[in-house]
């Protein structure tokens, strides 16, 4: 089938290429010029594992191509994803503004049946409005139809996810557009869910945040550990063994952050809102997030007193593994808390170190971890890259000035570090 995606970011990005490695013809449209050039020479503008060589391989099999131009995409694509930014405002709602002027656009340009589909993490009753957008300005009337089709991607891993997904989720009343919808995703091998159109933007939404409610109980939960002399690695292993909690997402550590979680559930307070209801629930789990922050600066702040003129040794920026976002990351708001009570932070990340610098250019950037551990008066793990377990820490702990680790990630074994010699500070342990 031929597709366009327009917004060539992470997710549209992503989901163009994967869509093309499985057959389909697709058309990535972005208005950054100098991005769509990069692209055109296979140059990846982020960091995702697997997903520089589906872009090359495809480019080279003639099955994925890059314009500015949303009129060449409508014009020769049967399905149109928006998969533009949607980001968050001050009052926790969502900037809508992308998503109208691309209707709008796609509007203007329209002269044959197309199926439009939302792929962008919107707010409920977003695709009713996309609908009355097109209605109001396509002067041809030409028929057509809104989906939303919500996606459901774990950076890191997000190529295997589109490939192999849990389920496809389309929200659509139109038989002709479910029939198309389902056509398309028949070289996946996934369940497919034929909801209305808000059920399908609810899931997305309901699914992140259950999520991030997740993580806040188990980071709560690793507080009544510390206090109770419990370890909230073996709790949470006791709970995961049942089948109706399971095992994902009940890792304690320093808080969720990223593109997703924070704005999702953000968002998901102020619809519940503005729907008349008050979502308190989902209130205590972004409070909670917040205080398992500031919880561990005060377990650094209790070990080293003051942290004026203090080097810190800082394991990871990205808000997690495998990715060089750094978009609301713990890590980097740690790297912001230090700086501000005069510490010295010197830091390493595999990945994200080039991003961080636009934002914390007075961090002093290491080029390993060993460089990270010299002459400092700690090191805190903030991302739960594999590597940082595979260090030589008996060399680490010598460049040190005092061997403490605050680990934010429970990433190493208590035990063994304290047999080497270090004063480790874990979560929940």
């Known amino acids: 089938m031929k597709i366009a995606i327009i917004g060539s970011g992470y997710v549209g990005l992503t989901t163009g ?4 490695d499985v057959g ?6 972005d208005n950054d010029a100098k991005k769509i050039k990069m692209l ?6 982020i960091y995702e594992p697997g997903l520089e060589e589906i872009v090359k391989k495809n480019l080279a099999r003639g099955f994925l191509h890059f314009t500015e131009s949303i009129a ?7 399905v149109i994803f928006i998969a533009v930014p949607t980001p968050p405002l001050e009052d926790g709602s969502v900037d809508m503004t992308y998503i109208e002027r691309v209707a709008r656009q796609i509007a203007a340009v329209l002269k044959e049946y197309r199926v439009i589909v939302d792929k962008s993490t919107v707010p409920v009753k977003t695709g009713e409005k996309v609908y009355q957008t097109i209605k109001r300005y396509n002067s041809h009337n030409i028929d057509f139809d809104v989906v939303s089709n919500p996606e459901f991607l774990r950076e890191g891993v997000a190529v295997h996810d589109l490939l192999h997904p849990d389920r496809v989720v389309i929200g659509a009343t139109s038989d002709r557009a479910i029939n198309i919808m389902k056509e398309l995703y028949s070289p996946f091998k996934a369940p497919i869910l034929i909801t209305d159109l808000n059920s399908a933007e609810l899931i997305k939404h309901a699914s992140n945040s259950f999520l991030a409610l997740k ?4 980071n709560a939960l690793s507080r009544i550990c510390e206090a109770a002399g419990a370890n909230v690695q073996m709790v949470a292993e006791g709970m995961g063994l049942d089948h109706r909690i ?9 808080g969720w952050g990223g593109s997703c979680f924070p704005k999702d559930v953000a968002a998901f307070i102020k619809i519940s809102q503005e729907l008349g209801y008050d979502f308190k629930l989902l209130k205590e789990v972004s409070q909670i997030n917040v205080d398992q922050k500031e919880h561990f600066l005060r377990k650094i702040k209790n070990v080293l007193w003051v942290l004026k003129e203090k080097r810190i040794g800082l394991l990871g920026l990205a808000f997690k593994n495998n990715t060089d976002d750094i978009r609301s990351s713990v890590a980097m708001d740690l790297a912001t808390a230090f700086l501000k009570e005069g ?16 934002k914390l250019p007075s961090i002093h950037y290491c080029s390993s971890a060993q460089e990270v551990a010299r002459d400092s008066d700690c090191i805190v793990i903030a991302t739960e890259w594999e590597e940082f377990i595979n260090l030589d820490w008996k060399s680490m ?3 040190m000035i005092s061997p403490i680790i605050f680990d934010g990630r429970n990433l190493l074994d208590k035990k063994k570090m304290i047999n080497m010699g270090f004063h480790y500070i874990g979560i929940g342990n």
């Not at 389909?24 to 449209?29: M, P």
């Not at 993580?215 to 188990?218: G, R």
Request: a positive charge.
């Open 17 to 20: 290429a994967c869509f093309a």
């Open 24 to 29: 389909h013809e697709v058309i990535c449209v």
């Open 40 to 45: 055109r020479e296979g140059q990846i503008p």
């Open 72 to 78: 060449e995409g409508v014009e020769k694509s049967l």
């Open 215 to 218: 993580i806040s109980y188990i």
């Open 246 to 254: 399971g095992k994902h997402f009940l890792r304690a550590g320093i």
């Open 343 to 358: 510490a010295i932070v010197q830091a390493f990340d595999p990945r994200a170190m080039e991003k961080a610098k636009e």
């Open 397 to 399: 702990k010598s460049a």
